[in-house]
């Protein structure tokens, strides 16, 4: 079965980096699209990144648009979000996810996901 376990989340001061990774399993991973989403306590899930199978397009959230980075590697069956400039903003759950077709802003277009990593911001 579909199986996304993510990583590398923790705590850290505003201005850090942090990396984290989305190791996939149950599925030709590099036949399909990957993305990115977060959830702040109390709010809506929202989507931060994707990227093609390919690797070669990506989309972002204005938000985290020039801070973030999106990447994989399909022989480790890995995608990964390169986070800089942190700030209090970006504190969530980060979870990997996928689905068939292409990439998609719609949280309701994805259909597997992983159980998250936290991330935390402190000012």
């Known amino acids: 079965q579909v199986q996304l376990v993510e990583s590398g989340g923790g705590l850290v001061q505003a201005g850090s980096s942090l990396r984290l990774s989305c190791a996939a399993s149950?599925?030709?991973?590099?036949?399909?699209?990957m993305g990115w989403f977060r959830q702040a306590p109390g709010k809506e899930r929202e989507f931060v990144a994707a990227i093609d199978w390919g690797g070669t397009n990506t989309i972002y959230a204005d938000s985290v648009k020039g801070r973030f980075a999106v990447s994989r590697d399909n022989a480790k069956n890995t995608v990964y979000l390169q986070m800089n400039a942190l700030n209090p903003e970006d504190t969530a759950v980060y979870l990997c996810?996928?689905?068939?077709?292409?990439?998609?802003?719609?949280?309701?277009?994805?259909?597997?996901w992983g159980q998250g990593t936290q991330v935390t911001v402190s000012s």
């Open positions: 996810t996928t689905r068939r077709g292409g990439t998609s802003r719609r949280e309701d277009d994805w259909l597997y």
């Open positions: 149950g599925f030709t991973f590099s036949n399909y699209p």
